[in-house]
């Protein structure tokens, strides 16, 4: 099995939680999918949406 790169870190639903001083997914995922997080070949998520802060101010 090839392990794939993930898109985690450029996402908006992996947050930092300062009680634990790590990050995570706040997306509730299924077994099969936290399987495969865990495991890194995750790549393709169906709940990724990039975390583009800038996306609003060029609207304006």
């Avoid at 996402?11 to 399987?35: A, R, T, W």
């Avoid at 495969?36 to 995750?42: A, N, S, V």
């Amino acid at each position: 099995m090839r392990k794939q790169i993930s898109n985690c870190e450029s996402c908006s639903n992996f947050c930092y939680d300062d009680e634990y001083d790590e990050y995570f997914c706040q997306v509730g995922l299924d077994q099969d999918e936290m399987g495969k997080f865990l495991l890194g070949c995750f790549a393709d998520c169906p709940y990724y949406m990039f975390n583009d802060e800038y996306a609003l101010a060029r609207k304006q």
